[in-house]
């Protein structure tokens, strides 16, 4: 017999038509983490120098 074995073939990933298709991407929860935690540095380091430049004044 030429070619691969029976063991060999039902063992072989398959191929074409019935190769499984890949699961399609999903958005991830921590999508909005990305902007948030930036977000909130910068709030924090403005409400930080606005108190700062409010107590100079006084």
Do not use: F, K
Not at 2 to 16: L, N, Q
Not at 41 to 48: E, N, Q, Y
């Amino acid at each position: 017999m030429i070619g691969r074995s029976a063991e060999e073939v039902d063992h072989a990933p398959p191929r074409g038509r019935y190769a499984p298709v890949p699961a399609p991407q999903t958005v991830t929860p921590t999508a909005p983490l990305r902007w948030a935690a930036p977000a909130a540095a910068l709030a924090v380091a403005s409400a930080i120098v606005a108190v700062r430049a409010l107590r100079r004044r006084r």
